[in-house]
T-cell receptor, first 115, second 115 residues
Framework: ETGVTQTPRHLVMGMTNKKSLKCEQH?????MYWYKQSAKKPLELMFV???????ENNSVPSRFSPECPNSSHLFLHLHTLQPEDSALYLC??????????????FGPGTRLTVL | AQSVSQHNHHVILSEAASLELGCNYS??????LFWYVQYPGQHLQLLLK??????LVKGIKGFEAEFIKSKFSFNLRKPSVQWSDTAEYFC?????????????FGTGTRLTIIP
């Protein structure tokens, strides 16, 4: 148990649906991250939040919309996705953003399938 | 920007064999280096990390890695693997540059141990 939980664990959605992924960390960390993990590709950083402010947006399409209402919760709102968005979406947290010795703790991921 | 190369995409070994997984990174400055492991159906978890000091780092479950700065390498080793080591292994690097603190991952190496 890493202290980072994600729901749902699996999600199947159509291209016209709107859904949200949820991440919660129980570690008292100040930074939270969304990553995309696709087969045969490196983990891709999507967004970083530090103290509830977005500090990194890695050229992610606007059909992905993050929200960080407090330092323990992170959401990824999805709308009008494409089949190529099917992947494992990982949430992570670390004590702080931008400090060299930070270690990131990962959640189990949400397996997303877009039909 | 930094990048990470993991040359072995899939490694198959018998139990008790010795393991070495390659990781090379491209970045000339100060870096932190990590190996993460993802067991089947489980979340990504930290295996070991290098920040500074002794370049030979010992991690959990008998794994170790050696940082060779001149070769920009951080290879993962284990003298005798077990069936339970079957997993996907990811090397990651983070630079010390202000504004470039994100973690960059390799594509991963899938390790299959045959009993």
């Amino acid at each position: 148990e890493t202290g980072v939980t994600q729901t749902p664990r699996h999600l199947v959605m159509g291209m016209t649906n709107k859904k949200s992924l949820k991440c919660e960390q129980h570690l008292g960390h100040n930074a939270m991250y969304w990553y995309k993990q696709s087969a045969k590709k490196p983990l891709e950083l999507m967004f970083v939040y530090s103290l509830e402010e977005r500090v990194e947006n890695n050229s992610v399409p606007s059909r992905f919309s993050p929200e960080c209402p407090n330092s323990s919760h992170l959401f990824l709102h999805l709308h009008t996705l494409q089949p190529e968005d099917s992947a494992l979406y990982l949430c992570a947290s670390s004590q702080d953003w931008g400090r060299l010795h930070n270690e990131q703790f990962f959640g189990p991921g949400t397996r997303l399938t877009v039909l | 920007a930094q990048s990470v190369s993991q040359h072995n995409h899939h490694v198959i070994l018998s139990e008790a064999a010795s393991l070495e997984l390659g990781c090379n990174y491209s970045y000339g400055g100060t870096v932190n280096l990590f190996w993460y492991v993802q067991y089947p159906g489980q979340h990504l978890q930290l295996l070991l990390k290098y920040f500074s000091g002794d370049p030979l780092v010992k991690g959990i479950k008998g794994f170790e890695a050696e940082f060779i700065k001149s070769k920009f390498s951080f290879n993962l080793r284990k003298p005798s693997v077990q069936w339970s080591d079957t997993a996907e292994y990811f090397c990651a690097v983070r630079s010390d540059d202000f504004g470039n603190e994100k973690l960059t991952f390799g594509t991963g190496t899938r390790l299959t141990i045959i009993p």
